[in-house]
């Protein structure tokens, strides 16, 4: 079954940091550029950043450039987020995607 | 950014009759490979969202055949042509041409 399956997430104070991951399978992991895309509480859909198959590049969208890094590891079929400097405004669940297939999601909420 | 905007936000459907969405964005999703790149997503209530249909008109496996979508250019409309119950939830289009990617704001379904 393909199927993608976050965790990592959790209750995080203002400026401190937590990473995801994302475990992949059912289809060749290292084939795939993947996504994160996260879901405040309540809103709609922002796309947070973006690797490709090999890893060699990666965009960010602006609200957590130089604070967020994506990575993967293809031998452990496994996607990542490292999620630094938090800001409540970072509260969301936040989705691993495969082109058209998305994970459950896990909460990050940034709070004192 | 390329803005996407969807109307109406709210869509209130008699069972079995038909549903449409628009989406609009401020520059034109035609991408230099010839191909437009817009998606739309259905997310259930207290689901992850998936994604029903790809570069305009291509439905996703698994996506029942009253969907379809249409579009060129700008402008872009989700159709159900019979709605169902199952129907219900936030539809969201999203545009792959530019980075970084960015989500109209939902329309959301609900039975009459």
């Known amino acids: 079954e393909v199927q993608l399956l976050e965790s990592g997430g959790g209750l995080v104070q203002p400026g401190g940091s937590l990473r995801l991951s994302c475990v992949a399978s059912?289809?060749?992991?290292?084939?795939?550029?993947m996504t994160w895309v996260r879901q405040a509480p309540g809103k709609g859909l922002q796309w947070v950043s973006v690797?490709?198959?090999?890893?060699?590049?990666?965009k960010y969208a602006d609200s957590v450039k130089g604070r967020f890094t994506i990575s993967r590891d293809n031998s452990k079929n496994t996607l990542y987020l490292q999620m630094n400097s938090l800001r409540a405004e970072d509260t969301a669940v936040y989705y691993c995607?495969?082109?058209?297939?998305w994970g459950q999601g896990t909460l990050v909420t940034v709070s004192s | 950014d390329v803005v996407m905007t969807q109307s109406p936000l709210s869509l209130p459907v008699t069972l079995g009759q038909p549903a449409s969405i628009s989406c609009r964005s401020n520059?034109?999703?035609?991408?230099?490979?010839?191909?437009?790149?817009l998606n739309w997503f259905q997310q259930r209530p207290g689901q992850s969202p998936r994604r029903l249909i790809y570069?305009?008109?291509n439905r996703d496996s698994g996506v029942p055949d009253r969907f379809s979508g249409s579009g060129s250019g700008t402008d872009f409309t989700l159709k159900i042509s019979r709605v169902e119950a199952e129907d219900v939830g936030v539809y969201y289009c999203?545009?792959?041409?530019?980075?970084?990617?960015?989500f109209g704001q939902g329309t959301k379904v609900e039975i009459k």
């Open positions: 059912g289809f060749t992991f290292s084939n795939y550029a």
């Open positions: 520059q034109s999703l035609l991408y230099s490979d010839g191909n437009t790149y």
């Open positions: 995607v495969k082109a058209g297939l």
């Open positions: 999203m545009q792959g041409a530019y980075w970084p990617r960015t």
């Open positions: 690797i490709t198959d090999s890893g060699g590049s990666t």
């Open positions: 570069q305009v008109s």
